[in-house]
T-cell receptor, first 111, second 114 residues
Framework: KQEVTQIPAALSVPEGENLVLNCSFTDSAIYNLQWFRQDPGKGLTSLLLIQSSQREQTSGRLNASLDKSSGRSTLYIAASQPGDSATYLC??????????FGKGTKLTVNP | SAVISQKPSRDICQRGTSLTIQCQVDSQVTMMFWYRQQPGQSLTLIATANQGSEATYESGFVIDKFPISRPNLTFSTLTVSNMSPEDSSIYLCSILGTLPSIQYFGAGTRLSVL
């Protein structure tokens, strides 16, 4: 059974700092890995999707890496801003369309 | 991307009652998914709803407790039946987008059961 773990559970940083969020999964037979952002009352927003054959994806200040063999992914956020404050969720997809989620990392960026 | 409208956004319900959550998508999709997010926990898939067939439920979820309708390619409902305080959660619907494997989510329904 696939299990996804995210560390840390919460993180508080000053504005402008670069930071890394971690995600690990137990079964390396994945189709892809996605990072989402969850804002209260606004559902989930897809940030980055990495296919199993890819090593990383970038979007603006966000960079996600994937090491499938070791079951790890990181989300790097450069020059953090207060608007980045949210819960970040990692999810992996196996052979079906079903996503398995981690519990998330709650990020607070202080002005 | 897709626009997913979910109603209600929140509700407070009494024990033993039922609540139906609606999910409307602005485009036709084959598969719709219903997730539950209990306080402090991961999102967990409840069931997958295909138009024209019975929903497929994940382990630990049953049709009598979470009946799902999928009358057409843009709409689905999830009913939480005979509610107890343990059903207090956020319920979210999602779809697969046209881009490979990206899932889009509604804003969620925050349910509190007293």
């Amino acid at each position: 059974k696939q299990e996804v773990t995210q560390i840390p559970a919460a993180l508080s940083v000053p504005e402008g700092e670069n930071l890394v969020l971690n995600c690990s999964f137990t079964d390396s037979a994945i189709y892809n890995l996605q990072w989402f952002r969850q804002d209260p009352g606004k559902g989930l927003t897809s940030l980055l999707l990495i296919q199993s054959s890819q090593r990383e994806q970038t979007s603006g200040r966000l960079n996600a890496s994937l090491d499938k063999s070791s079951g790890r992914s990181t989300l790097y956020i450069a020059a953090s801003q207060p608007g980045d404050s949210a819960t970040y969720l990692c999810a992996v997809q196996g052979g079906s369309e079903k996503l398995v989620f981690g519990k998330g990392t709650k990020l607070t960026v202080n002005p | 991307s897709a626009v997913i409208s979910q109603k209600p956004s929140r509700d407070i319900c009494q024990r033993g009652t039922s609540l139906t959550i609606q999910c409307q998508v602005d485009s036709q999709v084959t598969m719709m998914f219903w997730y539950r997010q209990q306080p402090g926990q991961s999102l967990t898939l409840i069931a997958t709803a295909n138009q024209g067939s019975e929903a497929t439920y994940e382990s630990g979820f049953v049709i009598d407790k979470f009946p799902i309708s999928r009358p057409n390619l843009t709409f689905s409902t999830l009913t939480v039946s005979n509610m107890s305080p343990e059903d207090s959660s956020i319920y979210l619907c999602s779809i697969l987008g046209t881009l490979p494997s990206i899932q889009y989510f509604g804003a969620g329904t925050r349910l509190s059961v007293l």
